[in-house]
């Protein structure tokens, strides 16, 4: 069974960095494009960043490049996020999401999350002094 299990989230000052982590299993990992949404308080899921394994490929939202950074460990199925210099409005509830194809290229205009067909359960992130 196709399962997805984001950990890592935690309560952290500004200006800190924190790593969220999703294995996956039931999968063929390094063929998955991997997915990271966020959902703030009140606020709609949006897509952060994705991550097309097989061709080396990372996309980030416009507005969030720079402090986003997207990898993975094939040995491990885990795939990994960086949040560095994390501020208020980061806080919100992070997911990842995986799909079979190919979902995240240069063409990519939007991480959407109709895109993805598989989900974790999500990891809650507060920013806060």
């Known amino acids: 069974q196709a399962q997805l299990v984001e950990s890592g989230g935690a309560l952290v000052q500004p200006g800190e960095s924190l790593r969220l982590s999703c294995v996956a299993s039931?999968?063929?990992?390094?063929?998955?494009?991997i997915a990271w949404f966020r959902q703030a308080p009140g606020k709609e899921r949006e897509g952060v960043i994705c991550?097309?394994?097989?061709?080396?490929?990372?996309k980030a939202k416009d507005s969030l490049k720079g402090r986003f950074t997207a990898s993975r460990n094939s040995g491990a199925r885990t795939a990994s996020l960086l949040i560095s210099n994390l501020r208020p409005e980061d806080t919100g509830v992070y997911y990842c999401?995986?799909?079979?194809?190919?979902?995240?290229?240069?063409?990519?205009?939007?991480?959407?999350?109709?895109?993805?067909?598989?989900w974790g359960q999500g990891t809650p992130v507060t920013v806060a002094s």
């Open positions: 991550d097309m394994s097989r061709g080396r490929y990372t």
């Open positions: 999401a995986a799909s079979p194809a190919q979902r995240c290229t240069y063409y990519t205009q939007e991480i959407s999350e109709n895109d993805y067909d598989y």
């Open positions: 039931g999968f063929s990992f390094d063929y998955l494009t």
